[in-house]
């Protein structure tokens, strides 16, 4: 029987195959069987064309101990659609995980030791197939799918467990996502090639004589003792701030971001010092605000304000004013309420917003409206405290 052959009022999933048929009685998948902890589950593709036809999610309007997932967020669907639509040659999903309420059979190909794991399964058409992992991908490429009907013959990989109840599904929702981790924004800016602002800082690192060698290309927090200045994430940060708004053009985006970070870094002795081994990073970051995050986004800010208003400053010379910054901790006069929170280092929007005030100020650089807003807002309710 071929994939899209109709016998005895059965129909098999395929490219060219229909299963949602009315006068078909079964689901045929061609799949592979395997085993694990004591129970079968099976391995199979199907077009996406099929996949909001077949898998249902729980209702939304039960209440959470009567379902066996969570609900859809819907705010995650515009960003998962777009990443389909936008990458119709280069998208990746991970399988589906679904249980089926139903009494299926299994057909092995053929009853050698490879053979039997290989074969057809048949699952009535009134089965219920539920989502134990993967809902908001199957959403979102039902969404995609309207603004990309091409796609509709692609595949994608389904786990079949079958279902054993309520209470299994619950628990295989909780297996599934109790150990899923999500990688590091630093380690998702190194391995994202579709990201251009991604590319131009990791560019940029490799060819920078300040950051070359001292900056974390995987974790996010750097541990006490590494020898690392900052991390990869809190660069780009910095760097997107820095360029919003110019530098259309790579390889002029680099120049103007290596640029203005070397001036930085000749402004701020100690990260120079760092890359010498003069000082270690540890230390600096125990004592002073420059050697966190926080000050790498309020410098890119107060860079940004200066590009807008002084396209052709000297940067060099220009940020030679943020030598008269006092970067210390304990300073907690100008910083608590700014990059401190009760003395720890905080990097919440407006604490980057009010550090950033304080860099353009130094700089003689006009604060925009919303950072003059904020200024004012923060100074009255530090007078009244």
Not at 107 to 132: K, T, W, Y
Not at 229 to 234: D, R, Y
Not at 257 to 277: M, N, S
Not at 289 to 295: L, V
Request: with cysteine.
């Amino acid at each position: 029987m071929t994939n899209s052959t109709l016998v005895g009022h059965e129909q098999t999933l395929s490219r060219a195959a229909d299963p949602s048929a009315v006068g078909a009685f079964e689901y045929v998948f061609p799949a592979i069987r395997g085993q694990q902890a004591g129970r079968e589950f099976f391995v199979s593709m199907c077009p996406l064309r099929l996949i909001s036809k077949l898998f249902l999610f729980d209702e939304d309007e039960l209440v959470a101990e009567l379902r066996a997932q969570r609900v859809l967020n819907k705010g995650r669907l515009p960003e998962l659609t777009r990443y389909i639509v936008d990458n119709p040659d280069s998208y990746v999903f991970s399988a589906l995980t679904a249980s089926i309420d139903a009494d299926i059979r299994f057909e092995s190909s053929s009853q050698d030791a490879h053979g039997e794991r290989v074969g057809l399964l048949r699952v009535p058409m009134n089965a219920r197939f539920v989502i134990n992992d993967g809902q908001h991908r199957r959403a979102a490429i039902e969404l995609a799918l309207r603004e990309r009907p091409e796609l509709a013959d692609e595949s994608i990989a389904v786990v079949f467990f079958l279902d054993a109840g309520l209470k299994r599904s619950q628990q295989m929702f909780a297996d599934l996502n109790r150990h899923a981790v999500r990688p590091s924004p630093s380690i998702g800016i190194l391995y994202d090639h579709r990201d251009e602002d991604a590319a131009i800082v990791r560019e940029m690192v490799l060819t920078s004589q300040v950051f070359r060698g001292l900056i974390e290309m995987e974790c996010t927090t750097l541990g006490v003792r590494s020898r690392k200045l900052f991390t990869l994430s809190g660069l780009y940060s910095g760097t997107c701030a820095l360029l919003r708004g110019h530098c259309t053009e790579r390889d002029e985006a680099v120049r103007k971001a290596r640029a203005f970070w070397e001036a930085c870094a000749d402004a701020i002795p100690d990260w120079r010092a760092v890359r010498e081994r003069r000082a270690s990073s540890g230390e600096l970051r125990r004592e002073y605000i420059h050697s966190h995050g926080i000050a790498l986004q309020a410098l890119g800010i107060a860079g940004n304000q200066l590009l807008t208003h002084e396209p052709d400053a000297d940067l060099g010379t220009r940020l030679q004013g943020l030598r008269d910054v006092d970067w210390a901790r304990s300073n907690v006069a100008l910083w608590e309420g700014r990059a401190l929170i009760g003395g720890r280092v905080s990097r919440s929007s407006s604490n980057v917003l009010l550090t950033a005030n304080v860099l353009m100020e130094c700089l003689g650089v006009e604060l925009p409206q919303e950072h003059a807003h904020a200024e004012t807002a923060f100074r009255s309710a530090r007078t009244a405290a």
